[in-house]
Structures are given as structure tokens and as C-alpha cells.
């Protein structure tokens, strides 16, 4: 009788012994999976970069608005060269959103004491494609 207690004590040990391998390897499995989901959304996020017919058309808005009167792309005029900007401020989402705004509001302080005209009458969605361009230039 006691033999018989003790193979089944073993072999309940071994069971659990075995459902916890189990879960070890479920746990794995799902780790690996948050990386394989955290990849897909770096790319989701590489895939929102402007396409070439973006940055062509904010190239054709920028020429034509007043943007050439004081900037050109390689050389400093009255405002940085773009390809400087372009330089200073990597291509994202929050440098597109920081220099609509800056462009749309105008000022001076962050390449020296000129300031930029305000452009109060562009389109947000409009200047948005403009700086994309500026930033895609390096
Ligand atoms: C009157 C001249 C003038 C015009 C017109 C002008 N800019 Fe500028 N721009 C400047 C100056 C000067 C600066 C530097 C401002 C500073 O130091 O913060 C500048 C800065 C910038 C910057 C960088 C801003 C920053 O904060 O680093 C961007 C981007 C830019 N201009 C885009 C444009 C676009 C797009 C247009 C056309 C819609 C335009 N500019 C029209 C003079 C001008």
C-alpha cells in the first residue's frame, strides 16, 4: 500500500513538474510575440513617412509661396539653407509638427535675431508637406 502511495506521489510530481515546463514555454511563446508585435508597429510607423509624391508636391507648394524669396536649399540668404534645417532637425513626426507651426507663426531666435514671416494664410496640411520636403533634403 505504501509502494502504491509512493509512485503515485511521484507521479504527481512529475506532472506538475511536467505543467510547469508547459507554462514555461507558453510564456516564451508569448514574449516572442510581443516582439514580433513591436516590430510591426516600428514599421507601421516607417511606412507613415511621406511618399515621393508628398515630398514633390510640398517641393512644388514651397515654390510656390514666398518660402525662395528667403531661403534657397544649400546656401543661407536672408533664412538657413534648407539642407542646414534639414540637418538640425530629424525627419519626424513631431520636427513636422514643431516647424508648421514655427512657419506658420513666424519668429526669429533659432538661427539668429532675423525672423521669418508669419504665413497665417497657409494651410496647416499644406506647410505640413512643405517642411517634410525640407527635412527629406540632406
Ligand atoms: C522673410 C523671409 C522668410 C520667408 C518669406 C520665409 N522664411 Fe523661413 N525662415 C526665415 C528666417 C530668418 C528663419 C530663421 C528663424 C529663426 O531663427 O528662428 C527661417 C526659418 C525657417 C525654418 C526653420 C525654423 C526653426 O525654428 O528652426 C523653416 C522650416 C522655414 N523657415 C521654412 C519656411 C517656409 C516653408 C517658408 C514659406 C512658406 C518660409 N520659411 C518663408 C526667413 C523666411
Known amino acids: ?7 503515485a506521489g511521484i507521479l504527481i510530481l512529475m506532472l506538475s513538474a511536467n505543467v510547469s515546463f508547459a507554462q514555461t514555454k507558453t510564456t516564451k511563446k508569448t514574449t516572442t510575440h ?3 508585435v513591436k516590430k510591426t508597429t516600428t514599421k507601421a510607423t516607417a511606412a507613415k513617412k ?3 509624391a508628398d515630398l514633390e508636391a510640398g517641393k512644388g507648394l514651397l515654390a510656390k509661396s514666398d518660402c525662395l524669396s528667403c531661403h534657397k536649399v544649400d546656401m543661407k540668404i536672408v533664412g538657413p539653407a534648407y539642407i542646414d534645417v534639414a540637418k538640425k532637425y530629424p525627419a519626424n513626426e513631431a520636427n513636422y509638427e514643431l516647424l508648421t507651426k514655427k512657419v506658420i507663426a513666424g519668429g526669429s531666435g533659432n538661427w539668429g535675431t532675423t ?3 508669419a504665413h497665417p494664410t497657409l494651410a496647416a496640411a499644406d506647410v ?3 517642411v517634410e520636403y525640407i527635412l527629406s533634403l540632406k
Not at 500500500?1 to 509512485?7: A, C, D, H, S, Y
Open 1 to 7: 500500500m505504501k509502494r502504491v502511495i509512493f509512485t
Open 50 to 52: 511621406p511618399s515621393a
Open 115 to 117: 525672423a521669418m514671416a
Open 34 to 36: 510581443k516582439t514580433v
Open 128 to 130: 505640413k508637406k512643405m
